[in-house]
């Protein structure tokens, strides 16, 4: 069993940074990939970023040059930097990662940008 643990969502102005971390813990040999979506009030989860126990990065055009997803493998632990913040970008942001033919998800962290 896998539990992800999300941390790092606020509220934060126009134009702003955060940096969201996500711990995996458990039974854990090595955690595949790793990755986060993002899920705004009355839409669909939607894919932000992806990468790979090799660093294989993968980004939503939308957020391309502005966030950049990173991990350490050692401490099962993945980050997304936040930078250039938008208000389209609020949202409740949720962690997956991918372990034995299984994607496990964390809680999810809220993130508000106020214009």
């Known amino acids: 069993q896998v539990q992800l643990v999300e941390s790092g969502g606020g509220l934060v102005r126009d134009g702003g940074s955060l940096r969201l971390s996500c711990v995996a813990s458990g039974t854990i040999v090595s955690i595949n990939v790793m990755g986060w979506y993002c899920q705004a009030p009355g839409k669909q989860r939607e894919l932000v970023a992806t990468?790979?126990?090799?660093?294989?990065?993968n980004y939503a055009d939308s957020v391309k040059d502005r966030f950049t997803i990173s991990r350490d493998n050692a401490n099962n632990t993945v980050y997304l930097q936040m930078n250039s913040l938008k208000p389209e970008d609020t949202a409740v942001y949720y962690c997956?990662?991918?372990?034995?033919?299984?994607?496990?998800w964390g809680q999810g962290t809220q993130v508000t940008v106020s214009s």
């Open positions: 997956y990662g991918n372990y034995q033919y299984r994607r496990y």
């Open positions: 990468i790979t126990s090799g660093g294989i990065t």
